[in-house]
């Protein structure tokens, strides 16, 4: 095609729609390529609405330097002997916030949050609910759902009371739901003991048990370890790092937050996957967002069956 051919006088939309006409259709991206489009907008995405709400959290936190002085009077609390009793601070946000011996986190009008206990233990509050610390080891849930999870069994496992009877541990994952009718305490992992005005009860992982407002147990079912029970604490599950880390470690880590078992459709998988390492940025996303984008630049997918997740080999579309 000749110079004077591929002139086109800019004026002439007939002439423009004939040049693009004679140009043709241009070939589809390899689905490679256009999965990893998908994941880097994914990604920029993410970081857009984490900045849009870090700026909002550093309004308020500006408005409430104003009168902080007299906040933070009012809130502290003084452990005997004069020592401020720190016990936990929140991974929301790029510093947190750190909570006192005595102070209660209120989210009545928030969204829900992230406690890292200094002890390595985790506390997932839904909003609208409303925690008190009362010891560094013990905590009371007024209002709302909070999940625990702890992996090591610690020396000393968190005491959670409740108007209606108090749960602990014996290193495990659950959740308590109260309300002004009933309490129920779904077991994720491990073993929980529920002790109540009526009667002291313990439960193994997969067991959901509903207390009346006396303390009696008037209800036992199984429950899953994933699906509509949890779905609330895996939306608040703290974000996740990749860079340097093997992509079994990553894909291990997504089935233990979701409930779930991983396996391999053949036994050279595992190896595979344990030595590629990954790079990329910190992942803000739903837990069935990341596990995509894990595996999206690998020659590997996920198919998700029940408690299972199951790698293999990506299957290619055809052309």
Partial sequence: MSEADTRVDDTDPDALRQLLERAG?????????RDAVYLSTLVAWQDSTRRRRNVRLTAWALAASVVGVAIVLALMWRAPGGE???VVATSDGPAGISLRIGETLDLSSQSGR?????????LRLASGSRLRFVASDRARLEAGRVYFASQDGPDRPLRLDTP?????????????ELSPRDLRVRVRDGRVRVNTSAQITEADSG??????ATGQEVGRRPVARHGDDWRWVDALAPPMALDGRPLLDVLEQIAYESGRQLSFADTTLRGECERIELHGPVLDLSLGDRLFAVLVTTGFEAVENG?????????????
């Fill in 25 to 33: 259709r241009r070939p589809e991206p390899p689905v490679e390529i």
């Fill in 84 to 86: 401020l009793g720190a």
């Fill in 114 to 122: 992230v406690l890292e206990l200094t002890s390595g233990q985790q």
């Fill in 164 to 176: 209606l009877g108090t749960v602990s541990d014996v290193g495990t994952r659950y959740s308590v």
């Fill in 207 to 212: 067991v959901e048990l509903r207390f009346d």
């Fill in 307 to 319: 408690d299972m997740i199951l790698i293999r080999r990506r299957t290619m579309a055809p052309p």
